[in-house]
């Protein structure tokens, strides 16, 4: 588990329009936002990033640098980015089971011919620029996952206050 304050791991990925993603080079203004995903077998996942899609705008107007990651392969991600409204929102992929526990993921196998013989359970990571943790969701299965519209509501009361971290005892 990965504790409020102290430093995320370093991660550096592909994206699906062909170009490369890195933890390091990221420089928002307030926080990047790190939406692991289950892959394309998850319909919860799809309706969550079309969701995620629609407010990238109010994410960006509030300094952040979102990223929605998976462990599938790249030909699984690309139909993804291909047959989910996700057309703005960067898919990075190929994420190794080993990173995703590094991140306090949780891993599954797969049930049934639709799903990768492996694959990480959602999170959601809000990760300030200096690169430690701000606050993170980790779900063992695929429901009840943070609203983005709380995310925002959440990061400008954070920002209006100057509420800090919680967590880190």
């Known amino acids: 588990m990965i504790k409020p304050r102290t430093k995320v791991p370093e991660l550096e990925l592909d994206l699906i329009n062909d170009t490369k993603w890195s933890l390091a080079d990221q420089n928002p203004d307030n926080y990047s936002l790190l939406v692991f995903y289950r892959g394309l077998h998850c319909p919860v996942c799809k309706k969550y990033l079309e ?6 705008d109010d994410f960006v107007k509030r300094g952040v640098n979102v990223i929605a990651i998976s462990g599938d392969s790249e030909e699984r ?17 190929a ?14 196998e797969g049930i ?10 959602p999170g959601v990571f809000l990760v300030k ?12 299965m695929p429901f009840a996952r ?18 800090p971290a919680r967590g880190e005892a």
């Open 51 to 56: 969701d995620l899609t629609t407010r990238l």
């Open 77 to 93: 991600a690309k139909k993804t980015g291909d047959q989910w409204k996700i057309p703005s929102l960067p898919v990075g992929y």
């Open 95 to 108: 994420l190794s089971m080993d990173e995703a526990r590094n991140w306090g993921l949780f891993v599954s």
């Open 112 to 121: 049934s011919d639709k799903e990768p013989e492996k694959f990480s359970e």
């Open 129 to 140: 620029p200096d690169r430690t943790l701000y606050f993170s969701a980790v779900q063992t």
């Open 146 to 163: 943070p609203s983005f519209k709380d995310i925002l509501n959440a990061i400008d009361y954070i920002q209006k206050e100057e509420y």
